[in-house]
């Protein structure tokens, strides 16, 4: 582990700094982490993404799991849902879930989905 901050201060949580140019970066980050690292976050929020002096910074991987696992497209689901729910509070437009999960995914969510988001 490493420290993500500066001058001994972590760095702000998008929960206390957010801008709506980040929306498009969070997305951008679930999308490269789930197709070059075969992850999905499955606790993906404003209080896991650290914002650096330049980037985004995802933490928190405890719940992650592979894209094989059974429940990775109900956990990515509540993910984007959770994205959204913040961006929409900080009065940012956002695309829907099913648009999102494809962007991301190359797939339509599958209709066996048991994500009650």
Same mark, same amino acid.
């Given at each position: ?9 972590? !760095? ?10 980040? !929306?498009? =970066?969070?997305?951008?980050?679930? +999308?490269?982490? !789930? ?9 993906? $929020?404003? !209080?896991?993404?650290? *914002?650096g002096k330049t980037e985004l910074v ?19 689901? *509540? ?5 959204? *729910?913040?961006?929409? +509070?900080?009065?940012? $437009?956002?695309?829907?879930?099913? *648009?999102?999960? =494809? ?9 066996? $989905? =048991? $994500?009650?988001?």
């Amino acid at each position: 582990m490493e420290f993500i901050g500066s001058d001994g201060k972590p !760095y702000p949580v998008l929960a206390e700094r957010a801008f709506g140019s980040d !929306y498009r =970066k969070v997305v951008t980050l679930a +999308k490269r982490l !789930y197709r070059q690292a075969g992850l999905v976050h499955a606790d993906l $929020s404003e !209080y896991n993404i650290f *914002r650096g002096k330049t980037e985004l910074v995802l933490f928190d991987f405890a719940s992650a799991v592979d894209i094989s696992h059974p429940q990775a497209q109900d956990f990515l689901i *509540r993910d984007l849902n959770n994205v959204n *729910r913040f961006f929409i +509070k900080q009065k940012v $437009s956002v695309e829907g879930v099913d *648009r999102l999960f =494809k962007r991301i995914t190359g797939n339509e969510i599958q209709a066996d $989905s =048991k $994500s009650p988001f």
